[in-house]
């Protein structure tokens, strides 16, 4: 499946790569930008409601161990993980970015490779 991203999402995160300003977070660029080339970018009226994006609250099962992560995937400067926001720059936002809802990503993070379903996005 490939991800759905819509179009001011994808400008948001070229930027941030352009700029290299990210916070802090250490991202692999590689990984982000072949997810970007490998995406469907779709204007931003066009992006159904059940795709995450950015400002998508998002509930997440890790299929290996059935831990649920609930997040809301914002910009690197708003990340706050005690308020449950991670960075669209973090592994689990670069993996789910674009992803719809019930539909399953495998994903190199950095405890290794996880598979993850997303359960819901508002």
Known sequence: MKPIIKKSDYQTIKNIIISG???????????????????KIVEDNKVPKDVV?????????????A??????????NQSNLKE???SLLAPLAVALIGVKKGKEVSWNMPAGIRRLKVLSVK
């Open 84 to 86: 449950g926001k991670i």
């Open 67 to 76: 831990h649920i992560i609930k997040a809301k995937i914002v910009l690197p």
């Open 53 to 65: 994006k950015i400002g998508s609250e998002i509930e997440v099962q890790d299929m290996d161990n």
């Open 21 to 39: 300003n990210t916070n802090g977070f250490h991202i692999d660029l590689r990984q982000l930008q072949e997810e970007l080339a490998n995406c």
